[in-house]
């Protein structure tokens, strides 16, 4: 960092009864009010003291800062009260190992989410994603968020484990990351573990898929060692075990870190995916004019192609820009703990080795300083010839460095491919009176989402969305504009269309380091419903 710096605050108590501050500390107000406790910070400034239980933690709430900690992972290491939660479930895994073993485990794990990948999953997103919606009927009440989590769970499986979960087994897999996720919040934020081991009725279903998620994945791993050889991921770990002893990335696989490996993905890839879709489909019908031109786009583009596919990718601009807002206004991973190393300076403060650093990046995508209009959808920030005003660094879904998401690519073509799909076919309407509102937990989105399936014809007339302008006045319509988003241009391999489409991804590329800014104003906070 420069001498220019953003210098902090440091907050004791905010929010927090004195007589059980020493014990809960802030978590209790984490837990109960989290996106309302994270705007409240910054006016304390830019890094701002807290506490988790009796430990004390530090929350950076400055773009440039966050940068920092995401690019210096030998200080700043995976560790603090979420992962110290994440390892008793995930083991030794991608997500929760320590810098000096992560370097090996990505080399294993980053060619079955390779780019060139994409192409051979698009066909499975499709078929999982028709799947979801096939038993659905005019005018039923779905559960948006379980249909959600079942098309994730059943595409993750299929690539991480092929066909190796029958129906029923997914679904058991589903319900058991769902309570799992629930319990790891309160785990994180009240890093109290004598409380989670009273038998509550909480506790104990926690407590049973924890062991139902293991023992099915044990139960995978022993089938697949009897029976033949498969190109996915369980086959690259069971061909790098067979090689042990060997040098590079298969010199240290272990049966252990397999298990390790496909519990840590599953998690991961699931519950992400399935809240950003969920997420995506309660923000739609309150944004009309966004719901029409995703609509228009769907129809163009499949017009002569039924399902989307690889070709049809690239394609789906809108679509995708439609993901990528959805990822900043409601960011399925909106808070991170990584703890230091060593002594070190941030802020101005010196930190202790083995402090509790926090970020979150609803708090960052939530800044005004970074998104003009934090608190509204606006899908056209993030169309190819607008994306370039997003400060870099300023947009972090998937985080950034070498720690960055693995399997981000993989991620934005099944949301985007996910939501091309349904929507090309249905229409999901709210219940009448009823706003269903993110709540976070292990991760941030709509988790009793029921809506009314309403059916829809395509036109077929090939209108291009119209484009809106972001400088259009607060609680005022956009005007539209006639110039429809870029295309590519004539014909193209399936390699060519691949390599535009990670041109277009706009979660790729945040990165950089953030451009100087100036301090955020006391004011400048915002509320949290976009």
Known sequence: MSDAEPKAERIWSV?????????????????????????????????????????????????????????????????????DRLRPLMGNGLVTCGHEEHRRQRRLIRPTFHPSRIADYTRVMGEEAESVFRAWRPGEKVDVSAAMLALSTRVTSRVLLSDALDAATVAEVRDCLAALVRGLFIRTVVPLGPLFRIPTPANRRYRQAFDRLHAIIDAAIDRRRQGSPRDDLLGTLLNAEADHGGDGAAAAVSGQEIHDQLITLLLTGVEST?????????????????????????????????????EELPRLVYTRSVVTETLRAYPPGWLFTRVTTRETDLAGIRLPKGATVLYSPYLLH???????????????????????????????????????????????????????????????????????????????????????????????????????????????????????PPRPEGPCTAREMLSRSEQMSLTTGMTQTPRPRGRRREGDKGDHDA
């Open 366 to 484: 939530h800044d005004p300083a970074s998104f003009p209009d934090p608190d509204r959808f606006l899908p056209d920030r993030w169309l190819p010839e607008q994306a370039t005003a997003v400060p870099h660094g300023a947009l972090l879904p998937f985080a950034a460095g070498s720690r960055k998401c693995v399997g981000d690519t993989f991620a934005m073509a099944e949301a985007t491919l996910a939501v091309a799909t349904i929507a090309s076919r249905w229409r999901l309407r709210p219940l009448p009176g009823h706003v269903e509102q993110p709540r976070p937990a292990a991760t941030l989105g709509p988790r009793s989402l029921v809506m009314i399936c309403e059916p829809r014809s395509c036109t077929g007339s090939g209108e291009a969305p119209a484009q809106v302008s972001r400088t259009a006045g607060k609680g005022r319509p956009h005007p539209a504009q006639s110039s429809p």
């Open 15 to 83: 929010g927090t009864a004195p007589g059980i501050f020493p014990i809960v500390g802030h978590g209790i107000t984490l837990f109960r009010r989290p996106l309302d406790f994270l705007n409240s910070l910054p006016v304390y400034g830019d890094l701002v003291e807290i506490r988790l239980g009796p430990q004390r933690a530090w929350l950076a709430c400055h773009p440039e800062l966050v940068h920092r900690i995401l690019m210096d992972p030998r200080t700043f290491d995976k560790g603090g009260p979420q992962y």
């Open 274 to 310: 399935a809240m950003c879709l969920g997420s995506v489909f309660s923000l739609l019908p309150r944004h009309p004019e966004v719901e029409r031109r995703l609509h228009s786009e769907v129809d163009a583009v499949l017009a002569h192609a039924g399902r989307p596919g690889l």
